[in-house]
């Protein structure tokens, strides 16, 4: 089977399916529809608040918990078949594993690039539109380099589910650690100083430096020991690695 045939097939599967399609809406609604609702709570100073307020920290959190619909899509769109048997098939169909698997991962990637750009886009409007006078706007120096970086974390995160995915042979696997990973050492280990030095390196909490998420860089509490850009550069690493990983086991364990 040729490549374009076989970017053909993971096409079909990926729009024949719908729960893939449920959870992209959803993840973009979660993103959405959150980020209104930190605006409008934070449209308003509380007299505790810190007066050193980051519009794109109101902006952009809602996407640590919009990301977990993306990495399901991601785990499913990659993992799916090993649940339903039907790896056998197209394997049988497809027997280059690397053809097979680039396919796969190229299909479900450009996917939840278009509509990562999409979601950040209309999340960043939509907070600004809530969060008033205290928004910002395209214009401003460190937002577009949020824009994009968050555009390119929501991306790679799910590249990094894939591989994750491919390497366990299991969705339910798969989300059950990368839910909890995401989630709960995002918003629990993540927030816990001293645990810093090491859950610093996480691909969640790279990601968050250059969107803004990461706490005050003066507070020495929440300082990275790198920049943004930098930071970006730990997640794609986890990606490549869990990529990488995922074609091994592919290419040395049978369906």
């Known amino acids: 089977m040729s490549a374009a045939a076989v970017l053909t097939a993971e096409w079909t599967k990926i729009r024949t399916l719908r729960s893939t399609s449920w959870l992209l809406l959803l993840g973009c609604a979660l993103c959405v529809g959150l980020a209104a609702l930190f605006g409008f709570?934070?449209?308003?100073?509380?007299?505790?608040?810190?007066?050193?307020?980051?519009?794109?920290?109101?902006?952009?959190?809602?996407?640590?918990?919009g990301q977990l619909a993306l990495v399901a899509?991601?785990?499913?769109?990659?993992?799916?078949?090993?649940?339903?048997?039907?790896?056998?098939?197209?394997?049988?169909?497809?027997?280059?594993?690397?053809?097979?698997?680039?396919?796969?991962v190229l299909v479900a990637a450009?996917?939840?690039?278009?509509v990562s750009l999409v979601t950040v886009l209309v999340t960043f409007f939509v907070a600004q539109a809530t969060l008033g006078p205290r928004g910002t706007t395209l214009g401003t120096?460190?937002?577009p380099q949020a824009i994009i970086?968050?555009?390119?974390?929501?991306?790679?995160?799910?590249?990094?589910?894939?591989?994750?995915?491919?390497?366990?042979?299991?969705?339910?696997?798969?989300?059950?650690?990368?839910i909890p990973l995401l989630f709960l050492g995002g918003q629990g280990l993540g927030n816990v100083p001293k645990l810093k030095t090491v859950t610093q390196f996480l691909p969640d909490q790279a990601g968050w430096v250059i969107m803004h998420l990461a706490g005050p860089p003066d507070d020495p509490?929440?300082?990275?020991?790198?920049?943004?850009?930098?930071?970006?550069?730990?997640?794609?690493?986890?990606?490549?690695?869990?990529?990488?990983g995922g074609y091994l086991v592919l290419r040395r364990r049978d369906a």
């Open 41 to 65: 709570s934070f449209r308003t100073p509380s007299p505790t608040e810190s007066a050193h307020f980051d519009p794109l920290f109101a902006t952009f959190y809602s996407l640590t918990l």
């Open 141 to 143: 120096d460190g937002v």
């Open 110 to 114: 450009l996917l939840v690039a278009g």
């Open 221 to 244: 509490r929440w300082a990275r020991a790198y920049g943004a850009w930098t930071g970006l550069g730990i997640v794609a690493l986890w990606a490549a690695a869990a990529l990488v």
């Open 73 to 104: 899509f991601a785990v499913l769109a990659v993992g799916g078949e090993y649940g339903s048997g039907t790896i056998r098939t197209s394997l049988a169909a497809v027997p280059r594993r690397g053809v097979f698997y680039g396919g796969k």
């Open 149 to 178: 970086g968050a555009w390119l974390y929501l991306t790679l995160i799910c590249l990094f589910a894939m591989g994750v995915a491919t390497m366990l042979r299991s969705s339910a696997l798969s989300l059950g650690i990368l």
